[in-house]
Nanobody
Framework: VQLVESGGGLVQAGGSLRLACAASGRTFSSYTMGWFRQAPGKDREFVAAIAWSSGNTYYSDSVKGRFTISRDNAKNTVYLQMNSLKPEDTAVYYC??????????????????WGQGTQVTVSS
């Protein structure tokens, strides 16, 4: 299984970025795909998740209304559209895949596969 993130970069506060996570090596139709982030000196935190088959989405309170997670079945890719970015959104963003179902989609240790991460920096 391989997860490859792209789309990070430097943006001013109030701006937008779209992250992409290209997934390969398995059929992900039964998986939950998540985005997490980790800022320097902080724990990795949940950002958003999507159930691949149903399309149900889940967000942390800190990004709800600003970020949107989606998936493209044909491209086997998950996206994170980030709008109204704030300096506190600065972090390395990671894509992850979770095989098991049920509760736990907000917990990083519940995920089975991880990408290498992409840096997002929001300047004030």
């Amino acid at each position: 299984v391989q997860l490859v993130e792209s789309g990070g970069g430097l943006v001013q506060a109030g701006g937008s970025l779209r992250l992409a996570c290209a997934a390969s090596g398995r059929t992900f139709s039964s998986y939950t795909m998540g985005w997490f982030r980790q800022a320097p000196g902080k724990d990795r935190e949940f950002v958003a998740a999507i159930a691949w088959s149903s399309g149900n989405t889940y967000y942390s309170d800190s990004v709800k209304g600003r970020f949107t997670i989606s998936r493209d079945n044909a491209k086997n890719t998950v996206y994170l559209q980030m709008n109204s970015l704030k300096p506190e959104d600065t972090a390395v963003y990671y894509c992850a895949a979770r095989e098991r179902t049920g509760d736990g989609r907000r917990r990083s240790w519940e995920y089975d596969y991880w990408g290498q991460g992409t840096q997002v920096t929001v300047s004030s």
